[in-house]
């Protein structure tokens, strides 16, 4: 069992940014990948941002250069850099992660981007 949840999510004005927190009660070096999945209201849930515990990051082209995942293992968190931000980032953001090839998902933590 993994338990996450996330945390960091607000309204903010476009270009603005955040940093979202996603925090494991399980030691993440234990966890095979993690990552960031948002869905917006009337659309499927993406995924746009993945770290694995080796290290190798992922990204969708529509956050590259805006977006930044990192972690850090002591605290047990992944966080989610997000600068630049748009209306069309607003969505609820969602952590997952996979172990034994189950998938974790956090609660989800809402980020409105608005003027």
């Known amino acids: 069992q993994v338990q996450l949840v996330e945390s960091g999510g607000s309204l903010v004005l476009p270009g603005g940014s955040l940093r979202l927190s996603c925090t494991s009660a399980r030691s993440i070096l234990t966890i095979r990948s993690m990552g960031w999945y948002r869905q917006a209201p009337g659309k499927q849930r993406e995924m746009f941002a993945t770290m694995a515990s080796g290290g190798n990051i992922n990204y969708a082209d529509y956050v590259k250069g805006r977006f930044t995942i990192s972690r850090d293992n002591a605290k047990n968190q992944v966080y989610l850099q997000m600068d630049s931000l748009k209306p069309e980032d607003t969505a609820v953001y969602y952590c997952?992660?996979?172990?034994?090839?189950?998938?974790?998902w956090g609660q989800g933590t809402q980020v409105t981007v608005s003027s």
């Open positions: 997952k992660a996979v172990v034994a090839s189950v998938n974790y």
